[in-house]
């Protein structure tokens, strides 16, 4: 089992960033891949990026050179950081951790942080 608690959220104006974090309940050093996911209202939810067990990352690609992902392992946690944050940035921001075990891959997931961007 895997708790993921999210935080760092809020109201930003556009232009403006934010740092999401996410605190795992346990040591994230073998964790699979660690990811943030978005849902916008009306919308189904998208991959925004993901980070390995062997530090290689991946973006979507609306969001690359403005969102980082990066991992404290001796903090079990993970980061978002989002610069130049545009209005349909606008979504509850999960965060996913994926495990396997046993052969068996297994999806994990936090409550979600709402990032709202607005003027």
């Known amino acids: 089992q895997v708790q993921l608690v999210e935080s760092g959220g809020g109201l930003v104006q556009p232009g403006g960033s934010l740092r999401l974090s996410c605190a795992v309940s346990r040591s994230i050093f073998n964790i699979n891949a660690m990811g943030w996911y978005r849902q916008a209202p009306g919308k189904q939810r998208e991959s925004v990026a993901f980070i390995t067990s062997g530090g290689s990352t991946n973006y979507a690609d609306f969001v690359k050179g403005r969102f980082t992902i990066s991992r404290d392992n001796a903090k079990n946690t993970v980061y978002l950081q989002i610069n130049s944050l545009k209005p349909e940035d606008t979504a509850v921001y999960y965060c996913?951790?994926?495990?396997?075990?046993?052969?068996?891959?297994?999806?994990?997931w936090g409550q979600g942080t709402q990032v709202t961007v607005s003027s």
């Open positions: 996913n951790a994926k495990t396997l075990e046993s052969a068996i891959m297994y999806d994990y």
